[in-house]
């Protein structure tokens, strides 16, 4: 599976079997961020983001994305604080999200939800809700996090700025067949003619 890795150590796919007694804690800790100088952004994030941080179209000659510059030198992130807590207005969703990842399958047609599984906040103390559900499906709070999520991975997988022979982000964002499967195991791409 690929994944946009960054600031993720141990990415696993999500399932009941493995996670089944798992928790999460929100630390609102930032410090997994402090060695990255830059993170992917979303076009919906342009004007929020824009306030606190230089918007930048990386890539090479294939492909562009918008990136937020956190510092201006490799492993610099100045909106880090030495106690872990986040200096600017706006956190970034590629930061939001985390510990939180969608995986593509080797095949490329389906996203997998996939969690670091190094993240301190992780738990079978029963602190924080649980990941999956007493029915062995996600729970709501994974479920709520997968919703979100869907939108991110829809644009990661096909940006704003990617090759000019492709349809534009814009059509993936709005057209009805791109969907979130129920559960949100998988993210796929509904094929309606």
């Given at each position: ?41 979303m076009a919906v994030e342009f004007l929020n983001a824009s306030s606190d941080f230089s918007i930048v179209f990386a ?100 940006p704003p700025c990617a090759r000019a022979d492709r349809r534009s982000w814009w059509w993936y964002q709005l057209d ?9 195991w998988e993210f796929r791409a509904e094929q309606q003619h």
């Amino acid at each position: 599976m690929t994944t946009q890795l960054l600031f993720y150590n141990e990415v696993v796919p999500i399932s009941a079997e493995r996670h089944g007694n798992w928790h999460i804690r929100d630390l609102k800790d930032y410090s997994f961020t402090n060695n990255v100088n830059w993170v992917p952004l979303m076009a919906v994030e342009f004007l929020n983001a824009s306030s606190d941080f230089s918007i930048v179209f990386a890539g090479d000659e294939d492909t562009v994305m918008p990136v937020l510059l956190l510092g201006m030198r490799q492993d610099e992130n100045v909106f880090l604080s030495a106690d872990g807590s986040w200096e600017g207005k706006y956190i970034p969703a590629f930061i939001r999200r985390y510990p939180f990842v969608f995986s593509l399958s080797e095949d490329g047609e389906d996203f997998f939800l996939c969690i670091d599984e190094t993240y301190p906040g992780f738990n079978q103390d029963a602190e924080g809700p649980a990941l999956i559900g007493e029915d062995g499906k996600a729970s709501e709070y994974t479920d709520g996090n997968c919703t979100g999520l869907g939108a991110t991975a829809v644009q990661h997988r096909h940006p704003p700025c990617a090759r000019a022979d492709r349809r534009s982000w814009w059509w993936y964002q709005l057209d009805p067949r791109w969907a979130l499967v129920p559960n949100c195991w998988e993210f796929r791409a509904e094929q309606q003619h």
